[in-house]
C-alpha cells in the first residue's frame, strides 16, 4: 500500500496562479478571517487590503451571511436547474435586477471566468436569434483580464495568460488598444482627462472585419487584473456610442467593479454607461460561496422566446447554477449592503482613499499611482537585469510580514479593501507599503 501524504504537506496541492516552488519553500498561510483581518496558524493578524481577491466586500466572517448558509444547507443542500427550480434561486434575481433598471434577466454561474463565457455565449447566439448569424467575431481589449475559461482567454490581453494556450484559443478573435499612457495619464487621481478617443480604436477593427461580422465588445470598466486601469473620462460613453452605430452588443465584466467597489451598485451605475450584458461574481455572495451571474438588458431574453415553448432556447448552463447555498449567501449579502450603507460608504471613504494613496508619489522607484473608488495600483519601475515582476513580488511580501496583505500584477502593487474599512485602517495600510517601498531596491 502507498504511502498516505501527511495533512500538511504541502505538495499535492498545484497552487493557482502561484509560484508553487517558491511559495512551499516558506509558506503564507491564513487560518482564520474575521472583519478587516486574517489570522495566521500562529496568531498573528493580517490586515486584508485586498478584500481576499477583489470580492470580500462586506468584510469577513459575517455572522448574517453565516447563519443564512448554515439555515439553507440544513434545509435544502442542493437543486438542480435544469427543468426544476426552487424559490430563492428566482427572489435573488429579481433582487438583483431591481437593483440597475433596465436589465430585465440573470443567468447563474459560479465564478467570473463562467459568467465571461456564458455573457460571449449570450452575445453570439443572440446575434443569430434576431438574424445577425454572421456577427460570430468577438472583440476584447489589450491587458483586459477576463478569467480563465477558453473563451474569457480569448478576448483577454494578458500575454502571459494567453501565450501558451494559442493553439487552442478562439479563432474569430481581435483585440482594441488598451487605455494606458504612462506619460499622458501617470499619477491620474480617479479618471485620467486624455484618452477617450482610444475607444475609437474599434472603428478600425470594423474597417478592417466589417460590422456585420462582429458579435460582441468586451471590456472591464476599471481593468483590475492587469495593475489597475482606470478609464479615461468620456471613454466608455464613446464606445457605447461606436458600438451602437454598428450594431455591436457591448459587455461590461463587472466580477471586480460590481456590489460597490467604485462607490455604486455596478460600473454601470457609477459611469452612467448601460453595457447590453454585464458580468459579475465575488462580491455578489461576499466570496462566502462561489457564484456569479451575468445581467441582460431588456430584450436579450425576449429575442430567444420566440421558438415552441417545450424546446430549450439556449443549451448552455451548470450543474451548481443557482446553487441553493449559494443563493443563500447572497441574499444575506444584499441584506448587509442595503442595511449598512455600504456602497453609500465606499464612496464616502474614496476621496480619502485617494489622497492617502497618492501620498506615496515621490516614493523611490515609484513611477504611477492609479485609483477610482476603494480601489488602487502603485506601480513600481522594474530592477534592471532582474526577472519581471521582481519588486512587485517583493512588495507582496514584505507587507505580508508587516502585517498587511497587498496583491501584485508584475510590478504594480494592488489594493483593494472591504468597504467596511476605516479611515485609520486605511492610514496603517498606506503607512505599512509606504515603509515597503523604502526598503525595497
Known amino acids: ?19 508553487n516552488r517558491h511559495f512551499k519553500k516558506a509558506p503564507r498561510l491564513l487560518a482564520e478571517a474575521k472583519d ?93 436569434a434576431i438574424g445577425q448569424g454572421t456577427r460570430t467575431r468577438l472583440i476584447g481589449r489589450e491587458r483586459g483580464y477576463h478569467g480563465v475559461g477558453f473563451g474569457g482567454m480569448s478576448v483577454g490581453g494578458m500575454v502571459a495568460n494567453r501565450k501558451i494556450w494559442g493553439p487552442s484559443m478562439l479563432n474569430g478573435v481581435d483585440h482594441i488598444r488598451h487605455t494606458h499612457d504612462p506619460e499622458k495619464n501617470a499619477f491620474s487621481k480617479g479618471q485620467p482627462e486624455w484618452g477617450a478617443h482610444l475607444a475609437d480604436d474599434l472603428e478600425r477593427l470594423v474597417a478592417l472585419h466589417d460590422a456585420s461580422t462582429i458579435a460582441a465588445v468586451i471590456v472591464e470598466p476599471v481593468a483590475g487584473s492587469t495593475g489597475v486601469l482606470v478609464p479615461p473620462k468620456g471613454y466608455l460613453q464613446r464606445l457605447r ?9 457591448l459587455i461590461f465584466d463587472e466580477v471586480i467593479t460590481g456590489f460597490g467597489r467604485l462607490g455604486a451598485s455596478f460600473a454601470t451605475e457609477y459611469f452612467g454607461v448601460k453595457p447590453d ?23 436579450i ?9 417545450g424546446m430549450i432556447e439556449v443549451f448552455h448552463g451548470y450543474t451548481y ?56 495600483g502603485i506601480e513600481l519601475s522594474p530592477r534592471p537585469n532582474a526577472p519581471p515582476t521582481s519588486r512587485g513580488m517583493d512588495a507582496h511580501l514584505k507587507a505580508f510580514e508587516k502585517g498587511v496583505m497587498v496583491r501584485f500584477s508584475g510590478e504594480t502593487i494592488c489594493m483593494s ?13 498606506v503607512d505599512t507599503v509606504t515603509d515597503v517601498i523604502k526598503t525595497i531596491h
Open 241 to 249: 456610442q461606436i458600438c451602437d452605430k454598428h450594431g455591436i452588443l
Open 36 to 128: 478587516m483581518h486574517y489570522s495566521t496558524p500562529e496568531g498573528r493578524k493580517i490586515l486584508d487590503a485586498t478584500a481576499g481577491l477583489w470580492c470580500v466586500n462586506a468584510g469577513h466572517g459575517r455572522e448574517k451571511i453565516v447563519k443564512a448558509v448554515q439555515a439553507q444547507v440544513a434545509k435544502l443542500d442542493f437543486a438542480p436547474s435544469f427543468n426544476v427550480g426552487h424559490p430563492i434561486a428566482f427572489e435573488l434575481a429579481a433582487r438583483l435586477t431591481s437593483m440597475v433598471p433596465g436589465y430585465s434577466q440573470v443567468f447563474y454561474t459560479n465564478s467570473g471566468s463562467e459568467s465571461v463565457d456564458t455573457a460571449l455565449k449570450i452575445a453570439l447566439a443572440y446575434q443569430r
Open 1 to 19: 500500500m502507498t504511502a498516505q501524504a501527511l495533512p500538511n504537506d504541502l505538495e499535492p496541492f498545484w497552487m493557482p496562479f502561484t509560484a
Open 277 to 299: 450584458l454585464f458580468t459579475t461574481a465575488k462580491g455578489i455572495s461576499n466570496a462566502t460561496i462561489p457564484m456569479g451571474a451575468v445581467f441582460c438588458r431588456k430584450g
Open 321 to 376: 447554477s443557482a446553487h441553493p447555498v449559494a443563493c443563500a449567501a447572497a441574499l444575506a449579502t444584499l441584506d448587509i449592503y442595503r442595511e449598512e450603507g455600504l456602497f453609500e460608504r465606499a464612496a464616502e471613504l474614496s476621496p480619502y482613499w485617494q489622497e492617502a494613496v497618492h501620498s506615496m508619489k515621490g516614493l523611490p522607484n515609484v513611477i504611477d499611482i492609479r485609483n477610482l473608488g476603494l480601489t488602487a
Open 301 to 309: 431574453y425576449d429575442a430567444f422566446m420566440n421558438g415552441p415553448e
Open 417 to 429: 479593501p472591504p468597504l467596511i474599512i476605516s479611515k485609520g485602517q486605511i492610514d496603517q495600510i
